[in-house]
């Protein structure tokens, strides 16, 4: 059974970085792309990015472009989100998930997902 166990997250000043990382067990990491998704109260989620399953080739949203970046190590079956210069409107639960490919997660076709972290940017 896939498990996908996020955190990192937090409250930070706008200008500020954080680090999200995402835990998978229960298959062998290097089978599935990962994204990163997000979800604002009252909006819907929101492609953030996507790595594929070696690592070799990633997808940023526009809106996060230049600031934020996705990794992966299969060796520790890992994958982070490094966020910097984070905006308030960054504000969401950040969920991590498993895919077929990157451009099937960029279109929001995903398989498992995890439970999210809460990330809020003040002002």
């Known amino acids: 059974q896939v498990q996908l166990v996020e955190s990192g997250g937090g409250l930070v000043q706008a200008g500020g970085s954080l680090r999200l990382s995402c835990a998978a067990s229960g298959y062998t990491s290097s089978t599935f792309a990962m994204g990163w998704f997000r979800q604002a109260p009252g909006k819907e989620r929101e492609f953030v990015a996507a790595i594929t399953n070696s690592g070799g080739f990633s997808r940023i949203a526009d809106s996060v472009k230049g600031r934020f970046t996705i990794s992966r190590d299969n060796a520790k079956n890992t994958v982070w989100l490094q966020m910097n210069s984070l905006k308030p409107e960054d504000t969401a639960i950040y969920y991590c998930?498993?895919?077929?490919?990157?451009?099937?997660?960029?279109?929001?076709?995903?398989?498992?997902w995890g439970q999210g972290t809460q990330v809020t940017v003040s002002s």
């Open positions: 998930a498993t895919g077929q490919s990157t451009t099937r997660l960029y279109n929001g076709d995903f398989g498992s």
